[in-house]
């Protein structure tokens, strides 16, 4: 009986060292897991690691060395870029371009247009050739996947269509069913037009033209009884035919187009100054700074969203790498959105463009522009 009592005692006093064996190890495992900052004994090489990176441009670098902006452009588009009797560029695009110099260099005339084809454009910001491409370029996936582009945002939500001459009498895109149809080669627009006729099981003559130019002269000369293109395009390229009153743009929208800047991969801070000059430039009607009153605003608006996009309070330039006024010189020279939008296609302008999607998200009836919050 003896002996088996001390039996008993053993394997207790085995099993409890056991226990306390394995609370020592998971106390010891519980403190092995702390994070890396949790004490004085950090590792900093684990600390940089997670550190946010300096926000520093080698574009806007280049830039102030050379101390102008290259601004990639279309080379003729009435109310977005061309360049008006005495040579100087006007347009939607244009005034987006010198709102960007004002505000990375304070000078708004600080800026190279540099004419691009289509087939040349994002050729020409991979090689370094412009810094900027503010050219009516529809975002897409494979355009940012195989072109070595970054977009900055969307300035302008267009969508293609169908101008027709009126003595066709036709009402909409579905009786186009048989018709020649003139498109720029190698374009989103010759994809479109072929995917919205093959969805439909509608048949058409493809009238293919080299370039943008070259598809309008074919429509002028008649080679074609439909011209298909962005909206925004066909209402330029009407306003040069010999009798605008003549030819109509159909009701039917046929694709999503949001036009914007594009820059070249691989320097994210400078993709950051562009998206948030546009920005500036959105938010900014929004709050009713305009150029005449930005001044004004900026020594007497109690609103902090208002002071802070002029440079009144907070770092915000700064942390761009860009001076505390930096909306408030890009706005004073350009004007807001708003104003950029009705001089160039708008209702003071040739053009006569409806807001549409491209009024404020806020506006009545509502469109799609809106501001990212600049704070």
Same mark, same amino acid.
């Given at each position: 009986?003896?002996?088996?009592?001390?039996?008993?005692?053993?394997?207790?006093?085995?099993?409890?060292?056991?226990?306390?064996?394995?609370?020592?190890?998971?106390?010891?495992?519980?403190?092995?897991?702390?994070?890396?900052?949790?004490?004085?004994?950090?590792?900093?090489?684990?600390?940089?690691?997670?550190?946010?990176?300096?926000?520093?441009?080698?574009?806007?670098?280049?830039?102030?060395?050379?101390?102008?902006?290259?601004?990639?452009?279309?080379?003729?588009?009435?109310?977005?870029?061309?360049?008006?009797?005495?040579? &100087?560029?006007?347009?939607? %695009?244009?005034?987006?371009? +010198? =709102? *960007?110099?004002?505000?990375?260099?304070?000078? @708004? $005339?600080?800026?190279?247009?540099?004419?691009?084809?289509?087939?040349?454009?994002?050729?020409?910001?991979?090689?370094?050739?412009?810094?900027?491409?503010?050219?009516?370029?529809?975002?897409?996936?494979?355009?940012?996947?195989?072109?070595?582009?970054?977009?900055?945002?969307?300035?302008?939500?267009?969508?293609?269509?169908?101008?027709?001459?009126?003595?066709?009498?036709?009402?909409?895109?579905?009786?186009?069913?048989?018709?020649?149809?003139?498109?720029?080669?190698?374009?989103?627009? &010759?994809?479109?037009?072929? %995917?919205?006729?093959?969805? +439909? =099981? *509608?048949?058409?003559?493809?009238?293919?033209? @080299? $370039?943008?130019?070259?598809?309008?002269?074919?429509?002028?000369?008649?080679?074609?009884?439909?011209?298909?293109?962005?909206?925004?395009?066909?209402?330029?390229?009407?306003?040069?035919?010999?009798?605008?009153?003549?030819?109509?743009?159909?009701?039917?929208?046929?694709?999503?187009?949001?036009?914007?800047?594009?820059?070249?991969?691989?320097?994210?801070?400078?993709?950051?100054?562009?998206?948030?000059?546009?920005?500036?430039?959105?938010?900014?009607?929004?709050?009713?700074?305009?150029?005449?009153?930005?001044?004004?605003?900026?020594?007497?608006?109690?609103?902090?969203?208002?002071?802070?996009?002029?440079?009144?309070?907070?770092?915000?330039?700064?942390?761009?790498?860009?001076?505390?006024?930096?909306?408030?010189?890009?706005?004073?020279?350009?004007?807001?959105?708003?104003?950029?939008?009705?001089?160039?296609?708008?209702?003071?302008?040739?053009?006569?463009?409806?807001?549409?999607?491209?009024?404020?998200?806020?506006?009545?009836?509502?469109?799609?522009?809106?501001?990212?919050?600049?704070?």
């Amino acid at each position: 009986m003896r002996a088996q009592s001390t039996g008993r005692k053993t394997a207790s006093g085995a099993a409890f060292a056991l226990v306390t064996v394995l609370v020592l190890t998971v106390a010891a495992c519980g403190r092995g897991d702390r994070p890396a900052d949790a004490g004085d004994g950090a590792d900093p090489a684990a600390q940089s690691q997670t550190a946010a990176p300096d926000f520093a441009s080698p574009t806007l670098a280049a830039i102030k060395r050379r101390g102008r902006l290259n601004c990639g452009v279309h080379e003729g588009l009435v109310g977005f870029a061309y360049t008006d009797n005495r040579g &100087e560029w006007r347009g939607f %695009d244009a005034d987006f371009c +010198r =709102a *960007l110099a004002a505000a990375v260099l304070g000078n @708004a $005339n600080a800026v190279r247009f540099v004419p691009l084809t289509s087939s040349r454009r994002f050729e020409g910001l991979r090689s370094g050739r412009v810094d900027v491409l503010w050219r009516s370029t529809s975002w897409t996936l494979s355009r940012e996947a195989q072109e070595g582009v970054r977009f900055a945002g969307i300035n302008y939500y267009d969508g293609q269509g169908f101008l027709v001459r009126r003595s066709l009498d036709l009402a909409t895109a579905a009786e186009l069913n048989g018709a020649r149809v003139c498109v720029q080669r190698a374009s989103t627009t &010759e994809l479109n037009v072929a %995917d919205w006729f093959r969805a +439909r =099981a *509608l048949e058409y003559t493809p009238v293919v033209g @080299a $370039n943008e130019e070259a598809a309008r002269a074919a429509y002028a000369r008649e080679d074609c009884d439909a011209l298909s293109a962005d909206i925004s395009a066909l209402a330029a390229a009407r306003t040069t035919m010999s009798n605008p009153e003549q030819h109509a743009i159909l009701p039917d929208v046929i694709s999503k187009e949001p036009l914007g800047p594009a820059v070249k991969r691989g320097d994210e801070a400078w993709t950051s100054i562009v998206r948030w000059t546009l920005n500036a430039l959105i938010l900014a009607e929004e709050l009713g700074v305009t150029s005449d009153n930005a001044g004004q605003m900026a020594e007497s608006s109690p609103n902090p969203a208002v002071r802070r996009l002029l440079g009144v309070e907070g770092e915000v330039g700064p942390m761009l790498g860009l001076r505390k006024d930096w909306a408030k010189a890009a706005i004073e020279a350009e004007g807001n959105y708003g104003e950029i939008f009705s001089r160039n296609v708008g209702t003071d302008s040739s053009l006569d463009l409806a807001r549409g999607l491209n009024a404020q998200w806020n506006a009545r009836p509502a469109g799609l522009i809106y501001a990212l919050p600049i704070r």
